[in-house]
């Protein structure tokens, strides 16, 4: 068994006109490996003659079975039917892997409107909503009043993915300063169940990289879901929790993507 290396000479095609083949072989396929071994005069299966031009082509991966001898100094297969070719893959390499594919779970512009996210209004007036006009965006103003609001994206499945990233751009009305920074948020669960009423039940965990000097559209880059979101299912959120001084946070181009998981 081997590769065919190149045809015979006399042959312009895979065989010949009299439906055998004949070529040269190599172990490894593209070794430039001397002419050690002929398939001499070869059928196909049970004798059968071939009459495909192509049946046989340089880099094919072939096992032949017959007799064969030593026709001065190279090995070959003795001829006149004497042995049978069969045409395969090769049985002895292991199955290539399929390569890691990018996969886009999410890709909402909300420049239109608030897509496939959801609202969760737990406290106050106010409420992410969309805004056209030049804006043409999703936004939350409290208006220096008491909120809770929470935008939330419908749910990932990242059960067979291997990581995620989740890109978004944003600006805030003002810069955030350090002691109001935990009251603009993004935030991910693997067990909020999709329920309003329980989403404070859930386990939310930070995301961090975002800039809270943020006055102009800026690009968030790609940020990572934790390790222990890949496997499950999870909801990533932008939460809003002012009381008395709260700021406008815009927010679109929300993207979010993964790399399938190859065993």
């Known amino acids: 068994m081997g590769y065919v290396k190149k045809l015979h000479n006399n042959h312009a095609s895979g065989i010949s006109g009299y439906g055998n083949a004949q070529f040269y072989m190599e172990d490894v396929k593209g070794a430039n490996s001397s002419d050690d071994f002929m398939a001499f005069q070869v059928y196909g299966l049970n004798g059968t003659k071939l009459t495909d031009p192509n049946t046989v082509a340089v880099g094919d991966f072939v096992v032949i079975y017959g007799e064969l001898t030593n026709y001065n100094g190279t090995y070959e297969t003795v001829g006149k039917g ?32 608030l897509g496939s996210l959801n609202v969760a209004n737990i406290k106050g ?23 809770e609001d929470w935008l939330i994206t419908p749910a990932l499945d990242l059960t067979n993915m291997s990581e995620a990233t989740l890109t978004f751009k944003y600006r805030f009305s003002e810069a955030i300063t350090a002691e109001h920074q935990g009251q603009y948020t993004v935030l991910v669960s693997k067990n909020y169940d999709g329920n309003v009423a329980n989403i404070n039940n859930a386990t939310w965990v930070p995301l961090t990289g975002i800039s809270y000097d943020a006055i102009t559209v800026t690009e968030s880059g790609d940020i990572s879901l934790p390790a222990e979101m890949i496997g499950n299912k999870c909801h990533i959120a932008w939460k809003y929790n002012c009381s008395t001084v709260s700021h406008t946070w815009l927010l679109r181009d929300v993207v979010i993507k993964a790399m399938t998981k190859v065993d």
Do not use: H
């Not at 042995?83 to 090769?90: G, R």
């Not at 106010?126 to 220096?144: L, P, R």
């Open 82 to 113: 004497a042995a049978y070719i069969w045409k395969s893959t090769n049985p002895l390499l292991a199955p290539s892997k399929p390569e890691p594919q990018e996969v886009t779970l999410l890709d909402e512009s909300l420049t239109t409107g």
């Open 125 to 147: 007036e106010e409420e992410w909503k969309y805004v056209g006009g030049k804006t043409k965006a999703v936004q939350m103003n409290g208006k220096n009043m008491e909120n």
